[in-house]
């Protein structure tokens, strides 16, 4: 018999896939917290210490008088939860990591404010990247009161709805002349044979390589130019002047 | 990054002990997982088998980094340590999956060459399975390394809900390997060169033991000669 944690877990991760606005991931996400009995949430980009915090926010669930007054205010760079998750990279319960730590002034006035939006208690989780700190999700409401298998469900759905949220954004299209320096000089050949119509298999054949290598060096050649698919990689090969 | 398995693991003795004396002093002292302590200080388990395949990043000839790839085909942690992390579930096994285990980085000697040790050591980890052929790794991790697989280019699955062993929060995981990944790994971690030590003697190829492991055509040689017509640098890709 699977749980309802179990159920709550696979049925979002199944979901999410399909999912291609962040209006529809908002949706998705408020089943999830109103499951744990939180009812605000929000995901966000860190901000530099100079810089404000709306361009990097992706999701914003929050009561609105109270986004507007911490935008306006300023308050990412006063919230203890914020500060929190620079030095953490576990998933965290308010009250437990920064309840009792001593904290200034306009942190206690940041928390105290939120608790007039019912945001009392919350569960963040930062997610990490070898560069360091890159974003927040945050879940927040009257009360937490999660097991630790259930605060661990949490930490994946989050990690798994930033990522979602992430991939929509569109990539910056790499500058195409900056993007054709990065093609090696087997992956010029392998392009080559390809615009030549010659399969895998056969550029192997000539390039006495294993189908599979050529596979893989054409993926790599894709990647590198931003395409999906042989025949966009031969055109945008031709486009750029890589071939002639 | 070195790679020993088989009879390597048997040649290769004075690295081997190092091995296991680093397991020793990560696992046990370190993080206290009591139950692998050895009283000679070398932490050797079961399935340190002659397919046990060890991974290790060397910085001045003393590890800094290591971790292990187990075949599915054979007994291995999930099935037979602890198969109750799988609450009933079936988990993906076949001669082209293997276990990834005992993944560690040293808190003392932190980079080679300005490189974090770990993010060598992950990123060898994919780079090693795309050489040999493996497609997907089975992972018994912590939720927040799931996050930092995700964001470093592996596709991942979660296989069942997390639950507590022995006190440790664990979630078990696939996690599969790909160019694209690899290549965002690099960019991610600022690796511009393949990370496997493949020229000082020849590695054979686990998955088919009569094939020496050949370097990927698309990754640079650590010291590409002259022999690459470009630079490769991945600075335009997007985190």
């Known amino acids: 018999m699977r749980s309802a944690i179990e159920n709550l877990l696979f049925d979002f991760l199944t979901d999410i896939k399909t999912l291609d606005e962040p209006a529809a991931i908002m949706e998705r996400l408020a089943k999830v917290a109103g499951f744990f009995g939180l009812d605000s949430f929000a995901i966000s980009g860190i901000p530099l210490p100079h810089e404000r915090i709306e361009p990097y926010l992706l999701l914003n669930a929050w009561p609105e008088e109270w986004a507007n007054r911490y935008m306006t205010e300023n308050y990412v760079h006063s919230d203890p939860v914020i500060y929190r998750c620079k030095g953490t990279d576990r998933g965290f319960v308010w009250s437990e990591a920064v309840g009792d730590a001593p904290i200034g002034q306009k942190a206690r006035r940041v928390m105290n404010e939120a608790t007039e939006f019912r945001m009392i208690d919350g569960f963040s989780v930062p997610i990490h990247s070898p560069g360091g700190i890159q974003a927040i999700v945050t879940f927040s409401g009257e009360k937490v009161d999660m097991s630790e298998e259930e605060r661990a469900v949490l930490e994946l759905i989050a990690i798994y709805a930033h990522k979602q949220l992430r991939d929509l954004i569109p990539r910056e299209k790499p500058d195409p002349r900056q993007a054709t320096a990065q093609i090696t000089a087997r992956e010029l050949e392998v392009i080559h044979w390809a615009a030549e119509g010659k399969s895998n298999w056969e550029i192997g054949q000539i390039l006495a390589r294993s189908e599979k290598t050529v596979q893989h060096i054409l993926a790599s050649a894709q990647y590198k130019l931003d395409v999906t698919n042989r025949t966009q990689l031969v055109a945008e090969a031709f486009r750029t002047g890589l071939i002639r | ?239």
């Open chain 2, 1 to 239: 990054m070195r790679v020993i398995w088989g009879n390597d693991s048997l040649r290769e003795t004075d690295l081997m002990e190092k091995i296991w004396r680093f397991r020793h002093d990560q696992f046990v002292t370190r993080l206290g997982w009591m139950d692998l302590a050895k009283e000679d200080g070398r932490e050797i388990d079961l399935f340190d088998t002659y397919n046990a395949i060890h991974l290790a990043v060397l910085v001045d000839d003393e590890v800094a980094a290591y971790t292990r790839l187990l075949p599915t085909a054979a007994p291995h942690l999930l099935s037979d340590v602890y198969p109750e992390v799988m609450a009933g579930r079936d988990w993906p096994r076949g001669h082209t999956i293997y276990e990834w285990t005992r993944c560690i980085a040293s808190e003392k000697i932190l980079q080679r060459d300005g490189l974090a040790v770990s993010s060598l050591l992950v990123a060898g980890v994919m780079e090693f399975c795309l050489v040999a052929g493996i497609d997907k790794l089975v992972v018994e991790t912590h939720p927040k390394l799931v996050g930092q697989m995700v964001a470093t280019g592996w596709q991942t699955e979660i296989l069942a809900p997390p639950c507590l062993y022995k006190d440790y929060m664990v979630v078990p995981v696939v996690a599969v390997p790909s160019p694209e990944g690899l290549l965002k790994l690099h960019q991610m971690t600022g690796i511009g060169h393949s990370l496997l030590d493949l020229s000082r003697q020849p590695v054979m190829n686990p998955l088919t033991p009569s094939r020496k492991l050949m370097p990927l055509d698309y990754i640079a040689e650590k010291d590409p000669g002259g022999e690459e017509e470009f630079p490769l640098r991945f600075g335009w890709l997007r985190a």
